[in-house]
């Protein structure tokens, strides 16, 4: 008997811990990175196209595997036509035209790529480097925050194709699947860079699971208003922002990376997350729905060699930014390397009612220069005392990347969850 309720004891030490080692930032019993992601983008060698793909999609096209596309210029999918791209499909954007493939307003875009066989947006220059093209910009019909529901983006683009937003949060602009999208993010004379993932007015129905976007060098992913929920996705060594959101977009995020290099940066901003719900204060109405990101289960890091160094030296700012009446729910997610992990905008006044619109919630701050400040104030007692209330059950720990991660060094598969003996050692506490 004794032997039994000892195994019993030992079979459950065992479950917790499994659970234990999933608790915080990204999870999975496997590491999901496998197989369809890569790492070392400009080192792969994806062949030599053999097709063009240029001008307005006005009819339902398909794009084959067998064949290697070459994107030219701004090719917009318009007429409510939809885009299909078989699984292992390659579309090279060409640097010379600033390639850029925009799915206008009511259009689809049906990329469904496998884990075995992702479908890939990659550069046509032999030496590849983050700008090298535009990236894919989609339009929807789902809700903004601003007057009239209808905007347009300004990326030099046709400004009669680039509406967006409307009132259908259920709207669906297809589906992106098991898709990588590399060094994107072209310079526009006097309009900063566009996005390498663009999505405006979005609806909820759209999928969008299992994205990897690498050296871009515009913001990874925008957002723009809309309804949507994204699982999955990957940031890998942007040098602007990995996901920023805006507009009054109601966004749940899950599961999902951000991996930063200090030595990468953008002088219009380069964190894991920035939340806004504007550009400008007259822009907006205010009876509607302003910006609401819920974040689970997310892992920001900075995975430089010399973290500590690069801190001092400032080249480290902060994991998370989140500007005037935008609101963030963040739960079982890990920001580990950053000075500080996050920055409230000045003009929060720090008072219950705006920090309960503003949540952190089982969080893991590791070897960061401090946890959640206000700009411009050194002074965080509030926000330390608010936030490190038992109640919210975060954690504060100051160790090494190399020891808080499975296996960050490895440059074919890495590995970006917690350590279980890392987890359970914290649980002890």
Not at 234 to 245: A, E, G, H, P, T
Request: with cysteine; aromatic share 10%; proline share 1%.
């Amino acid at each position: 008997m004794k032997n039994f309720t000892q195994s019993i004891w030992m079979f459950f030490l065992v479950v917790c811990g499994m659970n234990a080692q999933q608790e915080k930032g990204i999870t999975g019993s496997s590491n999901w990175l496998n197989n369809w992601t890569e790492f070392k983008p400009n080192k792969t060698d994806y062949g030599e196209a053999n097709q063009i793909l240029a001008g307005n999609i006005t009819v339902n096209t398909k794009l084959y595997k067998k064949n290697i596309y070459i994107l030219q210029g701004n090719v917009y999918v318009t007429n409510n036509a939809t885009l299909t791209i078989e699984p292992g499909t390659v579309i090279i954007g060409d640097f010379e035209s600033s390639a850029t493939l925009i799915i206008t307003k009511g259009a689809t875009l049906i990329a469904e790529g496998l884990e075995t066989d992702p479908i890939v947006f990659t550069s046509n220059r032999s030496v590849k480097k983050a700008g090298d093209w535009g990236g894919i910009v989609i339009l929807g019909d789902a809700p903004t925050n601003k007057f009239g529901n209808v905007s347009a983006i300004n990326f030099d683009l046709d400004n009669s194709l680039t509406f967006y937003g409307g009132t259908n949060a259920s709207s669906n602009s297809g589906v992106l699947k098991f898709v990588r999208i590399e060094f994107a993010g072209k310079k526009i004379k006097g309009l900063g860079n566009f996005n390498a993932l663009l999505l405006a007015g979005v609806g909820n129905k759209t999928i969008l699971e299992n994205i990897m976007i690498s050296y871009s060098a515009g913001d990874s992913f925008e957002i723009f208003g809309g309804e949507l929920y994204l699982n999955k996705m990957v940031s890998f060594k942007s040098s602007s922002d990995d996901y920023k959101f805006n507009f009054g977009t109601q966004c749940r995020i899950d599961n999902s990376l951000a991996i930063r290099s200090s030595y990468l940066t953008s002088n219009t901003g380069s964190r894991c997350i920035d939340v806004a719900s504007y550009d400008k204060k007259e822009e907006v109405d205010f009876t509607k729905k302003q910006t609401l990101v819920t974040a689970t289960n997310l892992t920001l890091i900075n995975n430089s060699e010399n973290i500590s160094a690069d801190i001092q030296s400032g080249l480290v700012k902060e994991a998370v930014y989140i500007a005037e009446n935008a609101n963030i729910e963040f739960r079982r997610s890990v920001i580990s390397g950053f000075n500080p992990a996050v920055l409230l905008n000045n003009k929060i006044e720090i008072n219950g009612e705006n920090l309960k619109k503003i949540k952190f919630e089982a969080m893991y701050f590791n070897f960061c220069k401090g946890n959640i400040f206000t700009e411009y104030n050194s002074n965080n007692e509030d926000l330390e005392n608010w936030y490190g209330n038992s109640a919210f059950s975060n954690v504060y720990s100051q160790s090494d990347n190399k020891e808080t991660f499975i296996d960050l060094i490895n440059e074919k598969k890495p590995d970006f969850r917690l350590r279980i003996a890392k987890i359970t050692a914290l649980s002890n506490h």
